[in-house]
């Protein structure tokens, strides 16, 4: 057997899909165009739309102090509707930024513009998801199942946004983090002021790390016209990100002083731990940043998984002190 590095590539495997990715190594040959239209081969989007719903969860536990095996279905179910709808998400996207990605050297090889899917068969499988994602959705409270619905409306709105704002990052903030305020509301059945502190912290961390991944394209996109942050800040994109590195941090940080009562002064720093730890790994980004070399830039956009799952941990073992 040939070492990896002589390995053929697998066909119609997407040029920035983690090597050895379960789809291109394992799924059959039928449903691989569909999975990577979901990014199936590329895990980190489903784990940045989750994990917000996880600090959402967590810290409406701490809250009000109460947990029930539906906290633990909550938990579950965030994981597998995150999965279906940054699947159902991501074929919006690629079917309305199809001429677009055939224009962009990383995105060509996505299975729209490189033909492996047709836009009719595309919007059959977002289809698909959607349904999927409604069943699950349809298990928590009614206030949520609203919430749910209502998160539509910034998912089918985002992929337009790079061309009408340098700032697309804000839409996409405004759909990835909506699950910190359903899932909040499935705990408690409705909404609070931390609630909304942690989706604005929420919106800010995206704005750092997508801004980071956008610089990827901003030679390509800047030929065609796509408007980023990464093109509106261009070299003082540093700057800017240690703004909304503090921005989001603090944010978090007031969402837990609004949450956990004082008289509970482990449970509260436990909680600020996991907030200082995202900061600490958000200046680590900051001090790997390379903005003209893309395997860096992709690195450090991966390794927002690693940030986000910091709180939910901290946040996680702040329930049990």
């Not at 109460?66 to 999965?83: E, K, Q, V």
């Not at 996207?93 to 009719?120: E, F, H, W, Y």
Request: charged share 15%; glycine share 8%; aromatic share 12%.
């Amino acid at each position: 057997m040939p070492p990896p590095s002589d390995r053929p590539e697998p066909e119609g495997k997407v040029a920035d899909a983690t090597d050895g990715n379960w789809v291109d190594r394992f799924a059959p040959e039928t449903i691989r165009p569909f999975l990577r239209l979901s990014r199936a081969d590329r895990p980190i989007g489903t784990w940045l739309l989750l994990l917000p719903c996880w600090w959402g969860l967590t810290l409406a536990m701490l809250s009000d102090g109460n947990s029930s095996w539906h906290d633990l279905w909550i938990f579950m179910g965030c994981g597998g509707g995150a999965w279906l709808m940054r699947g159902a998400g991501c074929t919006w996207n690629d079917i309305t930024d199809r001429k677009i990605d055939a224009a962009v050297a990383r995105t060509r090889s996505r299975p729209l513009p490189s033909g492996q899917v047709t836009v009719q068969a595309a919007l059959i499988w977002m289809a698909v998801q959607a349904a999927i994602a409604f069943v699950i959705l349809l298990t928590f409270n009614q206030a949520a199942i609203g919430l749910g619905v209502l998160a539509l409306l910034p998912a089918a709105i985002y992929p337009f946004a790079k061309r009408f704002t340098w700032w697309p990052q804000i839409f996409l903030g405004l759909a990835f983090n909506w699950g910190a305020l359903l899932a909040w509301t499935a705990h408690s059945g409705s909404l609070a002021a931390p609630a909304f502190l942690l989706y604005g912290a929420g919106i800010a961390w995206t704005l750092f790390y997508d801004t980071v991944y956008a610089h990827q394209d901003i030679e390509d996109d800047a030929l065609i016209g796509v408007k980023s942050t990464a093109r509106l800040f261009a070299n003082r994109t540093p700057i800017w990100l240690m703004r909304f590195l503090a921005i989001s941090t603090g944010l978090m940080t007031l969402a837990c002083l609004s949450t956990i009562a004082r008289n509970q002064p482990f449970v509260l720093a436990t909680a600020l731990l996991g907030v200082m730890g995202m900061g600490m790994h958000m200046l680590w980004q900051l001090r790997q940043l390379q903005l003209t070399n893309p395997l860096i830039l992709l690195m450090v956009f991966r390794s927002n998984r690693t940030a986000g799952l910091i709180p939910v941990i901290f946040f996680a073992l702040a329930l049990l002190v």
